[in-house]
């Protein structure tokens, strides 16, 4: 539990022009105790706790910051309740709550962020994505505006670029790809982000340095399969030997089976495979690589919520499924099973075979 006494006796001393040593005085103190207070080294006696906070015509409660704790529990019950409803594919909910959340707390940036988010991934048609658009504007303007946090101010300026981007496609929407690339031009570039400068940060400090190489791998590794997926607009234009190479590239840097965030890439990636090797009659090799989809997908849904890299090049990275990207609701498998089934590549005969009815079995 965070006590916040110190921050609060120092506001108020400041609020009524009161040095420590003037303080110290009227409350019959050493100048070096109220120090110590403010400093959050020691604590009053609990007999002492009435006299200050009637001296400065405050309640105890509000003198130790026990609201603030209150508040606190009730941002992280709403910062839970997100994760939980992302993970579970229910971000209308998780709009709608949040919503609620920033007009109780119209000052938690982080909250608002959530929210922003939330608003403009909660459904995917058109309609909705240009009637949100004067919310979007408004949250967005509040933060770039107003938030100090970088993380935030930076992660908002992606999220609208994309909202842009999805605008743009839409006739009649007044938007053009180009506003985004505005906001686009001032995001860092890749080598400017925390996780590629952190690995260059502890040349004496071996284990700090093991830590930020481990968690630069994961990123890189889904960074790298994520530019490969968008490379290419349709499964027909892939290039199956780099989908391969990625596969094999993220098992063999995590041979223990521990892919983490670029888990959904493998799925995304072996399914690229097995149409093309579909389309160039090898059947075979096409079923297996529609069964390491389904299986990879289905080993996902199974996970626990939480779990930490084992394998050498990674170990000790934490991944969290509810923190994780996600495009499908409910289970992974049955998303990438109802994606096969109806596979425009793929004709009936081949869905209809008993092989590929197997797989949809798993």
């Not at 009637?54 to 994760?83: H, M, N, P, R, W």
């Not at 997926?229 to 027909?236: D, G, I, K, V």
Request: hydrophobic share 40%; charged share 30%.
């Amino acid at each position: 539990m965070t006590v916040y006494f110190g921050e609060n006796l120092k506001k108020l001393r400041k609020s009524k022009k009161l040095t420590q040593e003037s303080l110290a005085e009227f409350l019959g103190m050493s100048f070096q105790a109220v120090s110590k207070w403010e400093r959050g080294e020691t604590y009053p006696d609990i007999t002492m706790l009435p006299v200050i906070a009637a001296f400065f015509g405050v309640t105890v409660d509000s003198l130790l910051g026990t609201d603030l704790i209150a508040q606190e529990a009730k941002i992280k019950e709403y910062c839970d309740a997100y994760s939980r409803l992302w993970n579970e594919g229910k971000i209308d909910r998780a709009r709608d709550m949040l919503k609620e959340a920033i007009v109780e707390f119209p000052g938690n940036y982080d909250l608002m962020a959530k929210y922003f988010n939330a608003l403009i991934h909660a459904e995917y048609n058109d309609e909705y994505i240009v009637s949100v658009k004067p919310e979007v504007n408004r949250v967005y303007d509040i933060i770039q505006t107003y938030c100090t946090v970088d993380s935030i101010r930076i992660w908002t300026k992606k999220l609208m670029c994309r909202y842009l981007r999805d605008l743009s496609l839409i006739e009649g929407s007044g938007v053009n790809i180009a506003e985004a690339e505005k906001i686009l031009s001032e995001m860092p570039i890749m080598q400017n982000t925390r996780d590629y400068e952190a690995m260059y940060m502890y040349p004496h400090d071996d284990e700090k340095r093991a830590k930020a190489c481990a968690n630069g791998i994961t990123e890189m590794l889904r960074l790298f399969g994520e530019i490969m997926n968008r490379r290419y607009n349709s499964f027909l234009d892939a290039d199956e030997g780099i989908a391969a190479a990625y596969i094999n590239l993220v098992e063999k840097v995590m041979p223990d089976g521990d892919y983490g965030k670029s888990w959904y890439l493998l799925v995304i990636h072996a399914q690229r495979i097995g149409v093309k090797k579909y389309l160039q009659g090898d059947e075979k090799s096409a079923l297996k690589y529609f069964e390491k989809a389904v299986r990879l997908a289905k080993r996902y849904d199974e996970m626990p919520d939480v779990t930490v890299h084992t394998s050498k090049a990674v170990e000790g990275v934490v991944f969290d499924k509810s923190k994780a990207y996600r495009f499908w609701e409910g289970s992974f498998a049955e998303d990438v099973k109802d994606g096969l089934r109806d596979r425009p590549q793929l004709p009936e005969e081949f869905r209809n075979s008993e092989a590929f009815k197997r797989i949809l079995a798993i």
